[in-house]
Each structure stands twice: as structure tokens, then as C-alpha cells.
């Protein structure tokens, strides 16, 4: 490496990588003075380069060969902001095998594959950031992987995908279904033209995967996740949180704790839930982010900001990029890939949660007990019940204890079977003291 600058190269300049140059630009004599030597943007790589992306782009920087451009000797370090599985992969593992620090926005890639990544920085001493791929703009990642590696985290909660945080905070306030939030979300252009990794938790998934692993010192993958989506969410099971002074969130919820032979274990899950209004996560509006880390000898800590963006993501990416040369410059490097702990990963089923379940039942005597000895059977204990409505169009509310997923699931299954149920209206895991 040169030792009077460091060198990038960007792979992919859209709505990140755009504002990535930007900044670049922008703060070039702040960044000079902070990491010691000025930084050099040697190549970018993208698929079109005749395409307007800022008018101080030097248009001799654009490539569509990007394996070439990590491949250049003057290369100092790659910042992947293009996304995906491959060619992702394949372009990070040559720069990390040869040497050379990457920092990347790629969330999908490190949670369906981060272990190749981490064997490639360790086989090449080099330094793999990727502060911007959980929760933007947020500084989460360098606390869960530095600051916090003195104590013993039990739980993350966190509301991580800003376009459903966006849907969901509509509903609650306009009273919306999802249809109608999600086409707001789209004109506002929280929500891509296919918005299927968001509302489905695809992407909240592989975000919880790269938290949970970093905080449990275990490989997490998205397969390792449940996932359930928020599109089945709808304007009356809003308006029945409100009633129970809830609101709903798309949650991740990573937790460390014995299974059901005690031995210490990770789950790891992605699905909307009622929370109460007085939790700590009910007041995050808008496409805002937040995540909620519980540890041992910290306590509680709180996470806030913007998770979405191309000026916020890039805001972390910057960081980064500093970073790295940092360490470059003094010879040192990032702490390494930290999963020692090879914790098993705990099923959905044995995860303790509660349900509220919306039922359509006919309004007869002996409706009420039959119903409560289907919860009695599966050993899932009732909380509260409330009815309204008679006759033909009664409704029960029902909400539980807290009790393993599966047996909530088995009670569902066995209610749906009953000839005095009509229907079940909804049904939604509850977190957080409702
Ligand atoms: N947009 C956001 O709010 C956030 C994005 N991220 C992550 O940042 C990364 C980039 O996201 P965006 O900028 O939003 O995506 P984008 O779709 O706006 O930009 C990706 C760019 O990569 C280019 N590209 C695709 N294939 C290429 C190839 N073979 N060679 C060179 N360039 C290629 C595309 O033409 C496009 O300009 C993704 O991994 C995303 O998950 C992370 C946090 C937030
Ligand atoms: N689509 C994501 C973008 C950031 O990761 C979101 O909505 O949060
Ligand atoms: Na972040």
C-alpha cells in the first residue's frame, strides 16, 4: 500500500453509493486530518456507466468490470454498497484473500453467508466492516462488537426495517389498512418497487441473523431465523391493540437462554407483535429504527435512529471507510470474527411468547369452557378474556400467559377445528408486559 494515502474502490453507485461519493467529496480535508493521510477514490464499478449519478464524478472512474477493479494493485480498500448474493461474494472474498479491508452495506450476503466472508478476512488479515448493514445510520454493530464484548448480552429486541416501521406507524395513527399504508410508503419512496423483502421480514430477518451473532459470539444464519411477515396484519387487529393500549411493530427478537434440557441455547425470530404503548419501542414513529440491547452488567441500552437512506447508510459506511484506513495506515486491524461460543440454535416452538387470539364464535352456552379447554389442554394458561357482540356474531379475545410457541400453535390448530368458532379473526404474539 501507498503510505501517504489510502485508496478506494467502490462497487455499485446507487442511492448508497451515490451519497458514499458524495461525502467522500464533501468532507475530504476533515477526513484527510482524522485518519492521517488523505483518502483516494481510485475506481467505481457499475453496470451502466453512461448513467447521470452527480456532476463532480470524474466519468474516467466508472468500470463495469468490478472483479478487475478489486483485482488492481492500487487498491487499498473495497466498499460494496451493490447488494445481493453474487457476484457480491465472490468480489469481496478476492479483496479480503489478497489483503485488502472491505466495508460493505450487504446485509443479505453476511447473513446467508457471512461465515466465508469472515474466513476470507481471517485468511488474508484483513478488516471487514459492515456497520451500515444493520439499522443504517445507527451505531450498533462497533457496540455489539467492541464496547459490549466485556459483558454477557441476553437479549436484543429491535425494530430494524424503516419501511414497515413506517407502514405499521400509519395504521396506528390513520387507522389505514395495509394496502393503503403501503402505497403512502411507496409514493414517499420508503418502500421499492418490490416490496416483498420488507413486508415479508426478509430483510428484518437478515438483520436479526448478523445481530444475534454478533452478540452471542455464534454464527447466525437467515435460515436460522423465524420469520413471519406483516402483511397479514389489518386495520381491526390495530384497532384491538389500541383498545388494550397496544400498538404493533414488525420486532427481531434475538435472546440467549436455556432450552428445554437447559442447555444454554439462541433464538432468534422476526414477526409483528403487540407491544404496549409504555414500552420503549411503541414511540418509534415513522421509518425510524431502534433497538433495545439487554446485558448482563449494562442493563438496558437503547438504539435510535434513522436505519434506511442512502445519506444516513452512507453516514455509517463513512465510518467505516476511516476506520479501515485507520488501520491500515498504523498496521493494525478490526477486532476479528467472534463466534467461540457455537451456541445451537433453539427452534420457533420452544420460544415462550404470548398470543392474542381474535375469535368468531357463536354466542351459546358452554362456548366460553370449551374453548378454555382447548388452551387448558395444550397447558397454555388465559390472561384475560373479553366478548363482545351475541348470538351469530360474537367475538372472544382472548390473551395468554406467556407459553412454549408450539403449544399456542397446537391450541390455534385445535380452536380452527371447533364447530362454534366461525372463524379466527387474527392472531398475534404479544411482547413486552402487555
Ligand atoms: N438503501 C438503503 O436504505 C440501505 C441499503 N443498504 C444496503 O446497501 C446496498 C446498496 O443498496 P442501494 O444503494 O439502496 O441499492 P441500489 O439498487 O440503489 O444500488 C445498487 C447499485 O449497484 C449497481 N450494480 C448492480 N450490479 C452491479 C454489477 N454487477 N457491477 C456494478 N454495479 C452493479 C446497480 O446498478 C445499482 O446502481 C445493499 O446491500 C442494501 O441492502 C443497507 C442499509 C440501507
Ligand atoms: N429496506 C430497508 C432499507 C435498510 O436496510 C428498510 O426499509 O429498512
Ligand atoms: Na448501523
Known sequence: MSSDKVRLALLGCGTVGTEVVRLLHEQSADLTARIGAPLELVGIAVRRPGR?????IDPALFTTDALGLVKRDDVDVVIEVVGGIEPARSWLTEALRAGKSVVTANKALLAEDGATLHDAA????AD???????????PLLRPLRESLHGDRV???TGIVNGTTNFILSSMDATGAGFGEALDEATELGYAEADPTADVEGFDAAAKAAILASLAFHTRVTAADVFREGMTGVTAA?????KE???TIKLLCIAQRGPDSAGTD???VRVHPAMIPRSHPLAGVGD???AVFVEAEAAGQLMFYGRGAGGTPTASAVLGDIVAAARNRLSGTRAPSESSYAHLPIRPIGESVTRYHISLDVADRQGVLATVAGVFAQHEVSIATVRQSGREDDATLVIVTHGAPDANLAATVEDLRALDIVRSIASVLRVEGGA
Open 154 to 156: 441476553t437479549r436484543v
Open 265 to 267: 441455547s439462541v433464538s
Open 128 to 138: 471487514l466492516y459492515y456497520e451500515a448493514a444493520v439499522a443504517g445510520a445507527i
Open 122 to 125: 481471517a485468511e488474508g488479515g
Open 237 to 241: 387487529d390495530m384497532a384491538s391493540a
Open 244 to 246: 388494550m393500549g397496544c
Open 287 to 289: 421509518a425510524f429504527n
Open 52 to 56: 447521470q449519478r452527480g456532476s463532480d
